[in-house]
């Protein structure tokens, strides 16, 4: 079992920055990537950011260049430096921890709110 807690959501001005983080406990040698999704009202959850063990990371389109996720392994915490806000980034952020030891299981975390105002 995995579990992931979020933190750092809030509402900030278009324009603006915020991080997010991400830690991980329990069988934490089965992770092998771990990464961000978003879902806001009325729409489909959608990839924001991810990154493996092995530190390749990986975006969209929509946040390539604004986002940047990193990770502190002492600390089994991902990060998510979000810059240049604008107001479609506002959504529910969902941390997720990619697990494998005999099957493939995605943990979730319960989210947090992040709100762009324009």
């Known amino acids: 079992q995995v579990q992931v807690v979020e933190s750092g959501g809030g509402l900030v001005q278009a324009g603006g920055s915020l991080r997010l983080s991400c830690a991980a406990s329990?069988?934490?040698?089965?992770?092998?990537?771990m990464g961000w999704y978003r879902q806001a009202p009325g729409k489909q959850r959608e990839f924001v950011a991810g990154i493996t063990t092995g530190g390749v990371t990986n975006y969209p389109d929509s946040v390539k260049g604004r986002f940047t996720i990193s990770r502190d392994n002492a600390k089994n915490t991902v990060y998510l430096q979000m810059n240049s806000l604008k107001p479609e980034d506002t959504a529910v952020y969902y941390c997720?921890?990619?697990?494998?030891?005999?099957?493939?299981?995605?943990?979730w975390g319960q989210g947090t709110q992040v709100t762009v105002s324009s």
């Open positions: 997720y921890a990619h697990s494998v030891v005999v099957t493939t299981t995605v943990y």
């Open positions: 329990g069988t934490l040698f089965s992770i092998n990537a």
